[in-house]
T-cell receptor, first 115, second 111 residues
Framework: NAGVMQNPRHLVRRRGQEARLRCSPMKGHSHVYWYRQLPEEGLKFMVYLQKENIIDESGMPKERFSAEFPKEGPSILRIQQVVRGDSAAYFC?????????????FGPGTRLTVT | GESVGLHLPTLSVQEGDNSIINCAYSNSASDYFIWYKQESGKGPQFIIDIRSNMDKRQGQRVTVLLNKTVKHLSLQIAATQPGDSAVYFCAENNYGQNFVFGPGTRLSVLP
């Protein structure tokens, strides 16, 4: 049973370009969470999705950031017109059900560098 | 000893000693807690969890203690090994709401 997969593992973008980060949850998991982590800091919740639905996006910046989890295929975190402050590690986690009913399993992360 | 660095507090222990990592959580209504271990360049890895109807839970070499009165969680690692060196995060969950992660503690195991 493969774990949570994320790609690319490393992504370099110039300011103003778009970044697309992909996350494939564990088999059988229908809940996906995205987190951002700055160096030497904890994980900050961004968005929680189920298939074709955004459940909670309270942690998403109001502009330039969007997320989707289509019926088929991976979840995508999209950052438009990237700025240097977007440089961070972005982690995806999945769970078979939400929150206190089950733990979240994390992927290896995508490290975004904006030059 | 324990010290507060620029960002992450750091706990240094001798190999073979026991480690105690502490976490103060924010929401008295949180009912589920997890400790994660994160090694450099990797995603967080589940260590142990505990629900709010318990005050202690043991795993292999690890014990989690929950004190709801003072909103405090601790992770005890017995006979600390070099492979235990990592950053440790506690995470709290409030009846199905999303997890809130603590700032993390870096554990450094000295030979």
């Amino acid at each position: 049973n493969a774990g949570v997969m994320q790609n690319p593992r490393h992504l370099v973008r110039r300011r103003g370009q778009e970044a697309r980060l992909r996350c494939s949850p564990m088999k059988g998991h229908s809940h996906v969470y995205w987190y951002r982590q700055l160096p030497e800091e904890g994980l900050k919740f961004m968005v929680y999705l189920q298939k074709e639905n955004i459940i909670d996006e309270s942690g998403m910046p109001k502009e330039r950031f969007s997320a989707e989890f289509p019926k088929e295929g991976p979840s995508i975190l999209r950052i438009q017109q990237v700025v240097r402050g977007d440089s961070a590690a972005y982690f995806c986690a999945s769970s078979p059900e939400q929150g206190s009913s089950g733990e979240q399993y994390f992927g290896p992360g995508t490290r975004l560098t904006v030059t | 000893g324990e010290s507060v660095g620029l960002h992450l507090p750091t706990l240094s222990v001798q190999e073979g000693d026991n480690s105690i990592i502490n976490c103060a959580y924010s929401n008295s209504a949180s009912d589920y807690f997890i400790w994660y271990k994160q090694e450099s360049g990797k995603g967080p890895q589940f260590i142990i969890d505990i629900r709010s109807n318990m005050d202690k839970r043991q795993g292999q070499r690890v014990t989690v203690l929950l004190n709801k009165t003072v909103k405090h969680l601790s992770l005890q690692i017995a006979a600390t090994q070099p492979g235990d060196s990592a950053v440790y995060f506690c995470a709290e969950n409030n009846y199905g709401q999303n997890f809130v992660f603590g700032p993390g503690t870096r554990l450094s195991v000295l030979p």
